[in-house]
């Protein structure tokens, strides 16, 4: 088995949360669809599916280096929210989490000198530098629009090509 018990330990932990991540995402996208907020729905809705997404990386991970995925049951995730905006509070707070989670699966890969695992999670790290800052711009445009109704419905509107403007923006960035 290439993937020490260690590090099939760590990784099922990760996997566990990134389980209640997607079950978080799916219930606030729930709340916004019942609230009128279509835009943010969306948003959210998709983001689920990102979780889910690294779900299966690290589940395809342990399974193809011998070692065993373990699918957890998750707790119920909070399912009413004060404002649109706490919602992506919520979402910022998860991904800090995440990010201290990563780092955290990355020294334990060092110690163990694991570098199949150290250069597989590399990709994780990269990941949440851009999940926090998609968070962080869009909790941003609270303070620049406002929060009175019509600045909300703004901001839900223009949430649901917000991933996809955030990358075109980043993509040009690095272009020399
Ligand atoms: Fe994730
Ligand atoms: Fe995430």
């Known amino acids: 088995m290439r ?17 209640s991540a ?11 669809e019942r609230t009128g907020y279509d835009g943010s729905a969306a948003f959210f809705f998709e983001q689920a599916n990102e979780e889910n997404t690294h779900l299966l990386k690290f589940t395809h991970y342990l399974n193809n280096g011998g070692a ?42 060092e110690r163990e ?8 999670l590399q ?14 711009t869009i909790l941003q445009k609270f303070e620049v629009v406002g929060r009175d109704k019509l600045a909300i419905y703004q901001i839900d509107q223009s949430l649901a090509s917000i ?9 040009n960035q690095q272009q020399p």
């Not at 997607?22 to 916004?32: E, L, M, N, R």
């Not at 995925?69 to 989490?97: D, H």
């Not at 991933?163 to 993509?171: D, L, N, Q, W």
């Open 3 to 19: 993937i020490s018990s260690k590090i099939a330990k760590a990784i099922n932990d990760q996997i566990a949360y990134e389980a």
């Open 22 to 32: 997607t079950h978080a995402y799916v219930a606030i996208g729930s709340w916004c």
């Open 68 to 109: 065993e995925a373990i699918i957890p049951a998750t707790e119920k995730p909070q399912g009413k929210f004060n404002s649109l905006e706490s919602t992506f509070q919520v979402g910022l707070k998860s991904e800090q989490t995440v990010t201290k989670l990563i780092n955290n699966l990355v020294e334990v890969a």
């Open 113 to 120: 000198k694991d570098r199949a695992t150290y250069s597989f």
């Open 123 to 136: 990709w994780f790290v990269t990941e949440q530098i851009e999940e926090e800052t998609l968070f962080e």
């Open 163 to 171: 991933r996809s403007e955030i990358m075109t923006k980043r993509v």
